[in-house]
């Protein structure tokens, strides 16, 4: 089946989002893919276009959307792009998550109860607060977020949410970034061992941030393709067990 946009209703709202969906029939477990600071754009629909051969249903979010329809800044334009991440808030950010996970679940090919969650930078941050705060969302990927330790607008942090966390969550960074750096994701294990939370973390030697993405200088392919794959392992052993 090929890949099609629909829209998503968020407080009376569209939030456009990126869908690609297995051929065969049938119900299959979903990924909620989450955007860096640019957008919903053709890196990460390519990162989403890696889910149906895998067994799963693929949703990206335009999470931008309130800054208008088909927001998608370009790499040259980092302040754009500053700028629409600046003006996210925890609060519209968890109103998205929820709706893109009631989309799913209201969906005929997909299982309800097996919604996963990733997101690289900017949408690694997302994907940690919706495993605190998202009770639809049963496993977590999370790719270098950055500001995890900082909230969005008013409430705390993603990381003080985290006695809410009732999924596992896999964490995934560079020891040469400085945004989540080393010490902060030490912290963060910390946290998370202290209130006797699932997860399991790796940091890549020689790795910055936004390692992951093959459109960028900071690409790092070893780590990248290891990354990937522990991500799939991690979503087939807690989406498809």
Known sequence: MPAKWVNIDVDGENMDSYVAEPEAEGKYPAVIVI?????ANSHIQ????RLP???????????????????????????????????????????DINAAVSYL?????????????VGFCFG???????????PGISAASVFYGGGMLQPRGEGPSPVERSAGINCPILGL????????SPADVAGIAAELTKLGKSFEFHTYPG???????????????????DAWGKTFAFFDQHLKA
Request: proline share 4%; hydrophobic share 35%; with cysteine.
């Open 35 to 39: 955007q860096e600071i640019w957008g």
């Open 46 to 49: 390519s990162v989403t276009d």
């Open 53 to 95: 051969s895998k067994g799963y249903v693929g949703l990206a979010p335009s999470m931008f959307h309130r800054e208008g329809p088909m927001i998608m800044a370009l790499h040259e334009e980092r302040e754009t792009a500053i700028g629409y991440a600046g003006r996210s808030t925890d609060v519209g950010i968890l109103a």
């Open 105 to 117: 679940q209201a969906q005929p090919n997909v299982d309800a109860n097996r919604i996963g969650i």
């Open 124 to 134: 690694g941050r997302v994907s940690y607060l919706a495993a605190t705060s998202v």
């Open 173 to 180: 960074f560079g020891e040469d970034d400085g945004n989540p």
């Open 207 to 225: 790795a910055g941030h936004a390692f992951h993405c093959d459109t960028r200088d900071s690409y790092r392919r070893d780590a990248a393709v």
